[in-house]
């Protein structure tokens, strides 16, 4: 089942790839989080800095309207410490998902050759492995029943410049999906990402 999903992603992409307008490689930073909440009490782990690396494509809408899209790996989690009856437990999380973003980007012209854009949409994710350390012990993230759940989407907003073929951008990530496995806790994913992509082809 997961094998096949990942291959109707891939496959989805190369589809809509096929009929995009520019193509690009896009990489950048993630810092990231996870919320954690249940009756009585909400958690609010730090931060771990990951990063994210893809296939990107560009869809011309309109004039200044535009979509754009990726295949992209991205490292989320968290890191949590918590003092407990006069001890300490330190831990941190880390997930490999595989995301596809899908932004609208109303763009605004600067000059001739660069444009200021604003962008928003939703994004899906899948979980394909994790690894768990706490108090110096690692063992892998588990999912499915009691554990986590692969499948995330959500909300990303974002600001960016194009400098020709250069787009450095900045944007958040809410996750809205419900991660945990256990019915009486909600767990959500949460990143600020600063990316730089290169289109080809574009002046």
Do not use: C, W
Not at 54 to 81: D, H, I, R, W
Not at 85 to 104: D, W
Not at 131 to 160: A, C, N, Q
Request: neutral net charge; without cysteine; hydrophobic residues 40%.
């Amino acid at each position: 089942m997961r094998l096949k999903l990942i291959f109707f992603i891939v496959l989805a992409m190369f589809i809509k790839f096929s009929g995009a307008q520019t193509f690009g490689i896009k990489g950048g930073m993630n810092i990231a989080s996870m919320s954690f909440s249940s009756s009585g009490f909400d958690v609010s782990p730090k931060s771990i800095i990951g990063v994210h690396i893809g296939p990107v494509a560009e869809f011309k809408l309109q004039e200044s309207l535009s979509f754009n899209t990726g295949l992209l790996y991205s490292l989320k989690g968290y890191k949590m410490k918590v003092d407990y009856m006069g001890e300490t437990m330190e831990g941190t999380s880390k997930i490999n998902y595989l995301e596809v973003p899908m932004n609208f980007a109303y763009k605004f012209a600067t000059s001739e050759t660069s444009n200021f854009l604003v962008q928003a949409g939703p994004y899906l994710g899948y979980a394909l492995s994790g690894k768990d350390k706490t108090d110096g012990e690692t063992s892998d993230v588990e999912f499915g029943d009691g554990g986590m759940r692969r499948v995330d989407f959500g909300l990303g907003i974002g600001l960016g410049l194009e400098f020709g073929p250069l787009v450095p951008t900045v944007s958040y990530q809410f996750g809205l999906a419900n991660l945990s496995g256990i019915s009486e806790m909600k767990v959500k994913n949460n990143a600020f990402m600063i990316s730089i992509a290169y289109m080809f082809g574009k002046q």
